[in-house]
């Protein structure tokens, strides 16, 4: 079992996810009432939708992270699972994530933008300086 399938197997089990089919067509995803919130392109590369606040919150977390890339603008962020501490990083983030958009929610005016897989960002290293 690669690490991404065991990532996705252990989400669809949390009982605030389900299983989803992406919004930007390419992998698998989980979602939950708020919206989709991983998306799992590869064997090795996973968007994670947070809020602006989250990221901007954990900003020094994300950046010390070999595993995370920001794109900026963009309210995913893109993990590269090399390891099994990846994947226990990923569902902390999850667990972030969930967290944030139910006390931090987006502004219902935002638009949702389409995951870094979407924008052709891929993994990519960004710069943080901004958050």
Not at 29 to 55: I, K, M, N, P, Y
Not at 69 to 93: F, K, Q
Not at 114 to 128: E, H, P, T, W, Y
């Amino acid at each position: 079992m690669t690490l991404a399938s065991r990532a996705f197997a252990q989400l669809a089990t949390w009982p605030d996810l389900r299983r989803a089919v992406p919004s930007c067509g390419l992998g698998r995803a989980v979602s939950s009432v708020q919206g989709e919130v991983v998306h799992f392109h590869s064997e090795r590369d996973v968007d994670l939708r947070l809020t602006d606040r989250a990221v901007r919150r954990f900003a020094k977390d994300l950046r010390d992270s070999g595993a995370i890339r920001i794109v900026p603008g963009s309210p995913w962020v893109t993990l590269r699972l090399d390891a099994a501490s990846d994947v226990d990083l990923l569902l902390t983030l999850v667990s972030v994530a969930l967290q944030a958009q139910q006390s931090w929610p987006d502004p219902a005016d935002r638009a949702v933008t389409g995951c870094n897989d979407q924008r052709g960002a891929g993994f990519v290293k960004a710069d943080l300086g901004r958050f």
